[in-house]
């Protein structure tokens, strides 16, 4: 008997496409039928509270997406923000660094405070880790005081990657980021009560092998971000960065 993992986030259309991908007959309109006996049905997005604050200085990084979350290739462009999640001990706070060209999440790390040295910089660790090369990489992250750090900004020129911002308290300005923590809130987080810190962490990993290398992705042609990932190099092998400077 074929085992397929289903969550109540999966639309009937994606539903189908993954039928069909492992080789079941069925059409879309049993699909739906199936899926509402099952008692299963898209969920819209819930709206999540600000996990930033504004700084009390001037913020002197500049914004360099502009609110176009596309790059050429991958690590091009990197989107990070954080997402909390209320648990029977307190909150847990989870970063994500993800690449724009995929989606991709590269680098991820979840920490009971926002103490950057614990959350940010080991998923930013991660993300460089994961990537062939970073010289001229733009990383985009929201307008707030956690993203304020001497240790943080260093490790940032060390592999020469520039820092982007976006405003104070608009979604829009990192719609990328925004969208990756509201799939993991509604494709996760919302589905069960959380015992703590490790019991989050837990669900996180399988979480984000799933949505890297089984989650359909619509706006990849319902493939997985490593399969588009995957095709990318495999025509681009020694394809290398070009260097992106803000404009003076």
Known sequence: MLML?????TACGEMWRVLVRQCIGIGREHTACLMRSAGLSGKNKSRVPITTRKPKGPELRPGLVHREFKAPGPHRLWVTDIAYVRTRKGFVYTAFVTDAYSPRILGWALSDSM????????ALNQAIVCAKETTGLIYHLDYGLQ?????????????GITASTGTVGD???????????GSY??????????????DVEI????????????????????????????EFWEHHPSQEIVEIKPKA
């Not at 993203?147 to 592999?159: D, G, M, P, Q, T």
């Not at 669900?203 to 995957?230: C, D, I, K, M």
């Open 115 to 122: 103490r950057i040295e614990v959350l940010l910089l080991q």
């Open 203 to 230: 669900a996180t990993f399988e979480w984000v092998n799933w949505w890297t290398e089984s989650r359909l992705h619509q706006s990849l042609g319902y493939h997985t971000p490593t399969q588009v990932e995957a």
């Open 5 to 9: 993992k289903v969550t109540a986030s």
């Open 185 to 198: 809130k509604n494709e996760l987080i919302h589905r069960r009560s959380w015992a703590d810190v490790v």
């Open 147 to 159: 993203y304020v750090s001497i240790v943080y900004n260093e490790r940032l020129a060390e592999h």
């Open 171 to 181: 979604s829009y300005d990192n719609a990328l980021a925004e969208n990756v923590n």
